[in-house]
């Protein structure tokens, strides 16, 4: 349900459900990475756990070892900007989990991402009680917008 301050709502825990052991929830961001990604599409893996150091903190750990839980990630270079030093991408989420795309090593493609310059730009799920299909997309903030713009006039 969609409340009145545009923010997604769920429904009490006793009545929502584990959507993702029966259901396709898709998740899209866009970001603005700082370098443009090599290849210009890929799918990154790694783990993601608990930082042992800081319990508060997640933290990514070699894909395949012993220590969290795997998380994918696919992403799409949309547009080269600022002659190859910054690049708008978009992010398809295989896997949700807690903070995916900051954890993940993305060293090898990209530089790593800043709080600023990532949005979730849509959300879609089966409803838990009727099956219907919800989708609900955002456009990107003002200030994603105006760091987008800067970039575009320096190619």
């Not at 969290?68 to 989420?93: E, I, K, P, T």
């Not at 995916?100 to 310059?117: A, E, G, H, N, Y």
């Not at 099956?131 to 320096?154: A, H, I, W």
């Amino acid at each position: 349900m969609l409340g009145h301050s545009k923010q997604l709502v769920a429904p009490p825990p006793t009545r929502s459900c584990n959507c993702s052991s029966h259901c396709q929830v898709g998740r899209v961001y866009s970001s603005i990475t700082l370098g443009c990604p090599y290849p210009a599409s890929g799918r990154v893996l790694t783990n993601i756990d608990r930082d042992p150091g800081e319990r508060k903190r997640m933290a990514a750990f070699p894909y395949g070892s012993s220590q969290g839980r795997l998380a994918a990630s696919n992403y799409l270079v949309l547009q080269s900007l600022a002659g190859g030093a910054a690049a708008l991408v978009q992010w398809r989420l295989e896997t949700g989990r807690t903070h995916q795309i900051r954890q993940q090593d993305l060293r090898s493609v990209v530089m790593p991402l800043s709080r600023p310059t990532l949005h979730a730009k849509s959300l879609a799920f089966e409803h838990p009680a009727t099956g219907q299909r919800l989708e609900f997309e955002s456009q990107l903030p003002k200030d994603f917008q105006e760091l987008l713009q800067s970039l575009q006039q320096l190619d």
